[in-house]
């Protein structure tokens, strides 16, 4: 049996949500592929959204029309705003879930979407015609016939759990796997996969837990949301405690003791792990001076007893888990519901892909998330929405769709992911974002809604109000510059009072906000005229008057950086002919195939040499053209 629709989504975990959500309300008949459809949007790690840079990533897709900023206002426990000692380029939203909740309110809005629909089954191959993607067939024989397709695989292609000794051929939390795709991608379509390792730790059930022992984490009063469609008093509620303990010298003993029992150190994972988020097991060999480690203690929700134990990821065995977790200060009792695990999975090379994440070689056949060698659910959800945007462009014959390091965090993820591959799982952080000072999380939807709306996936309401905000915005940063302070009794009494230099002569109200020790709320009682502004518009005013000369500079940076991206490359290029670039950079350009010079220079082992020598062809080729 046949059945013909626009766009295939395999796969229902946060980037396949985000992908068949876009897809089907840029107006395709969209069909979502999931395992199972009671794990649709699952965390089976972390129970929360957000955190450094990823807290970025959530707004970034909002601002675009995306559902995981929404999702998660409705669904949050606990809400908190990270890095507020440090600039306001670095501050970073995280917030807690209720897991099954943030789980059934997302497959509400799959339902509620008008030409989607959802299918359990698992794929089991692709086809193509002409080498373009043509359709894929379920595991029930029916086979999909569609324009467009984008793999959201996650973590389930020949997924395998470790606990110590015990080994089980199943995805996360024990779902079922996807056995049969990776041999549709690898011997039907010649698709290079990788082999990949994360963990999670155990869960602990909160009446065995002594909370005294630890000391409580308290979410912000009022919350922040994650979307812009959102104020502060549309999400306030009562929020629950986190908890932080940490590691001692007997838990070190008992793991090193143990280790030869780890999966990790006897040689039975074979995936590489991840760098920057270590099992407990690799933090006390690889920090071994280190006399304790943070441990949060974490609910999954509201409506469970079940604390997630975050900074203790492990795949030891589970009587060692047992011992290991109950010298941990306040978990001398701990009961364990669910032991932790690693687990090892198949992934995509993601230098196989373009900027717009289509496959070079497969036409119409997209991938995202997990697939591509990344970590975490925020990195999904961003590619899984870029995906499912250009899925549906392909589908209706439209150009491309793409995000390029100067405009979002979601362009710097995918060109890391595109360009320089990942021999580990991928993660986002502020440090690999160069114009993260004009990449803050607040602006996001100043830098990214026209773009939402251009593509259809912004609103009139939604899209009337960010005008309006954006034009507030305009109109207070002018009038700020362009106000001079007198300097009177009241002035001197304020600027003494916060410990700034008095004036003698009229001074500019920008040119006092940008002095450390003030800012523009600060400066209030001086300025009797200001017009009443939300919150947020009137932290874009002091932000863009306080750090207006940063701002102006990276502005120049990137405006040199876009005359690199804007500099294309020809599809066709044969990097082994072109005289006057190196042997590595060859065999480098020719397995990326950059779509333009500044991707190409980004490609580790191509050097300024070999980027001029490509400038010198493009010039060759104009001239004859």
């Given amino acids: 049996m046949e059945i013909t629709t626009d766009v295939i989504v395999i796969g229902g975990g946060h980037a396949g949500c985000e992908a068949a959500l876009a897809a089907s309300r840029m107006g395709l008949d969209t069909v979502m592929f999931a395992i199972s459809l009671d794990s649709i949007a699952m965390m089976p790690c972390n129970p929360n959204i957000g955190g450094t840079s990823k807290g970025h990533l959530v707004r970034e897709i909002d601002a675009l029309g995306g559902e995981m900023g929404r999702n998660i206002d409705k669904t949050y426990i606990q809400s908190r705003m990270l890095n507020t000692s440090k600039g306001p380029a ?8 209720d897991k099954l909740r943030y789980s059934r309110s997302m497959r509400r809005a799959l339902e509620a979407a008008a030409r989607l ?44 759990c470790l606990c110590g000794e015990a080994i089980a051929q199943c995805g996360p939390g024990g779902m079922r796997n996807a056995g049969r795709l990776s041999a549709a991608l690898e011997e039907g379509l010649g698709l290079r996969l990788m082999r990949f390792k994360t963990g999670t730790p155990a869960r602990i059930d909160r009446k065995s837990i002594d909370f005294s022992r630890m000391d409580i984490q308290l979410g912000d009063e009022p919350p922040t949301p994650f979307s812009f469609e959102n104020s502060p008093a549309d999400i306030a509620r009562a929020q629950v405690p986190c908890y932080l303990t940490y590691t001692n010298a007997k838990t070190h003993d008992v793991i090193r003791a143990s280790l030869h029992r780890s999966p990790l150190y006897a040689g039975v994972i074979e995936g590489t792990g991840t760098r920057y988020c270590p099992s407990i097991e690799d933090k006390i060999v690889r920090f071994a001076d280190k006399e304790r480690h943070q441990v949060f203690v974490e609910p999954e929700g509201e409506d469970t007893g079940e604390m997630y134990i975050a900074g203790m990821s492990t795949s030891l065995p589970a009587d060692v888990q047992i011992r290991m977790y109950r010298t941990v200060s306040g978990l001398e009792n701990a009961v364990i519901t669910r032991y932790g695990y690693a687990i090892e ?26 697939l591509n060698g990344s970590s975490g659910y925020e990195e999904a959800a961003a590619q899984g929405l870029v995906a499912g945007i250009n899925a549906a462009l392909r589908a209706k014959g439209g150009r491309p769709f793409t995000i390029d390091r100067s405009e979002g965090y979601i362009g710097v993820l995918i060109d890391d992911l595109v360009t ?35 593509l259809g996936l912004i609103g009139d309401g939604r899209y009337a109000r960010f005008c309006e905000k954006r034009e507030m915005i305009a109109r207070e940063t002018a009038r700020a510059e362009r106000l001079v302070i007198a300097p009177g009794p009241d002035t001197l009494a304020l600027l003494e009072g916060f410990g700034s230099s008095p004036v003698v002569s009229g001074i500019g109200l920008a040119e006092l906000i940008r002095r450390p ?71 480098k350009l020719a397995a990326v195939r950059p779509q333009n010079i500044g991707q190409a220079s980004r490609i580790t082992g191509v050097s300024p040499a070999d980027i001029s020598v490509l400038l010198v062809y493009l010039e060759q080729i104009r001239r004859r053209a």
Avoid at 126 to 148: D, P
Avoid at 517 to 524: G, H, Q
Avoid at 543 to 554: A, H, P, S
């Fill in 117 to 160: 629909s959802l299918v359990q089954s698992e794929i089991t191959g692709l086809i193509t015609e002409g080498g373009a993607f043509a359709g894929a067939v379920s595991e029930n024989g029916i086979t999909y016939r569609a324009k467009a397709a984008v793999l959201c695989a996650g973590t389930y292609m020949r997924a395998r």
């Fill in 345 to 370: 999975y198949d992934c995509v090379d993601a230098t196989q892909l373009k900027l717009n994440l289509e496959f070079k070689d497969i036409p119409g056949l997209f991938c995202a998330g997990q």
């Fill in 420 to 454: 320089k591959g990942s021999r580990e799982p991928y993660r986002m952080m502020t440090s690999r974002a160069e114009y993260r000072l004009t990449l803050r999380q607040d602006n996001a939807d100043l830098r990214l809604t026209d773009k939402g709306r251009a």
């Fill in 90 to 97: 670095v501050y970073s939203l995280r917030a807690q879930a």
């Fill in 517 to 587: 020790e003030l800012d523009y709320f600060k400066l209030a009682p001086l300025d009797p005229a200001r017009p009443e502004l939300p919150a947020d518009a009137a932290e874009q005013v002091n932000i863009q008057l306080k750090y207006d000369g940063y701002i102006r500079r990276q502005a120049a940076q990137i405006e040199q950086f876009r005359k690199l991206e804007h500099r294309a490359l020809p599809e066709g290029l044969r990097y082994e002919e072109l005289k006057g670039l190196r042997l590595e950079a060859r065999q």
